[in-house]
């Protein structure tokens, strides 16, 4: 019974620190920077010279002897799906935060926009397995509930593995999505679905790091834990040769990420775990809106 309640206080927790930042993305631009995923009938108006004769509505016309022509408008509600990384690389955390935990602090600003939106959010949850899909539904309770499942998962030992991911959302989702990857994009391998799954889908990366992992500083001797293989090693931090290591390994992990993206067409948004989270996500949708006017 403690853990339940412990579980709900850290939910509880997540939903109070998230409610300014989910009430700046529903008043601003989330609600309206992503289209509509179809075209929805709306009514019939009589036939004039210029329109398309595809819309004629010939059924009506078969009755009436008049032409009318379909009028169609796009749909508002959205299909989001969050496919939030569970590997073993977001338990790191230099700071008050851990990568994990900031990753549900998005799924939590995310779902509840969605769920304010008035649109259906639905999980993925993956590390180098599935871990669990939920449906995409829409309401408070339920984003909730995405958070309570993502905050139940237990530290793990394990890679990313994204195609696993993408190939179980083709075999579940039947229409266009907004999908939102959450993740550390620590990704051995890469991913040969990726770039199919941006054709066909609405496609954002939500990319979380920890500053540490960039530059560390000059601390002495350090015990490290690889947390997706258990391994434990210690290094001298204030070696010029391992610091120059270091930041060679940095370097690859950027170049391997942006090769990645840009092979891809993904849109890929970074965000800290010492930063504000929804800065980011507003310069992305404003930074999107611009495009769109193009």
């Not at 309570?148 to 394990?158: E, G, K, S, T």
Request: aromatic share 8%; glycine share 6%; net charge positive.
């Amino acid at each position: 019974m403690e853990n339940v309640h412990l579980l709900f206080r850290r939910v509880r927790r997540i939903e109070l620190q998230t409610r300014k930042l989910v009430a700046q993305l529903v008043g601003g631009d989330y609600s309206s920077i992503f289209r509509g995923q179809g075209m929805e009938f709306s009514d019939l108006r009589q036939y004039s010279d210029g329109d398309d004769p595809k819309l004629i509505d010939w059924n009506v016309y078969a009755r009436t002897r008049t032409p009318f022509v379909k009028i169609f408008r796009e749909e508002r509600e959205l299909l989001v799906l969050l496919i939030v990384d569970l590997s073993g690389s977001l338990r790191f955390g230099s700071l008050n935060l851990t990568k994990a935990e900031r990753v549900a602090e998005v799924a939590a600003v995310l779902a509840l926009s969605a769920s304010g939106s008035n649109d259906r959010v639905g999980m993925l949850t993956f590390s180098d397995r599935i871990h669990e899909y939920v449906p995409p539904d829409k309401g408070r309770k339920h984003a909730l509930g995405l958070v309570r499942r993502i905050l139940q998962v237990p530290d793990m030992q394990a890679p990313a593995d994204l195609d696993k991911a993408l190939k179980y959302m083709g075999r579940v989702l039947n229409r266009r999505a907004l999908v939102f990857i959450i993740s550390d994009f620590r990704i051995p391998g890469g991913s040969r679905l990726l770039r199919a799954t941006v054709r066909k889908h609405d496609v954002v990366g939500i990319h979380v790091f920890d500053p540490r992992e960039l530059h560390l500083p000059a601390m002495g001797r350090v015990r490290f834990r690889d947390p997706e293989t258990g391994k434990e090693q210690v290094v001298n931090t204030s070696s010029r040769s391992w610091r120059d290591k270091f930041a060679h390994q940095v370097r690859l992990v950027q170049t391997e990420r942006e090769i990645l993206c840009r092979d891809s067409k993904l849109d890929l948004i970074s965000i800290s775990t010492a930063d504000n989270l929804v800065l980011p996500l507003l310069r992305f949708f404003e930074l999107r809106k611009k495009r769109r006017r193009r």
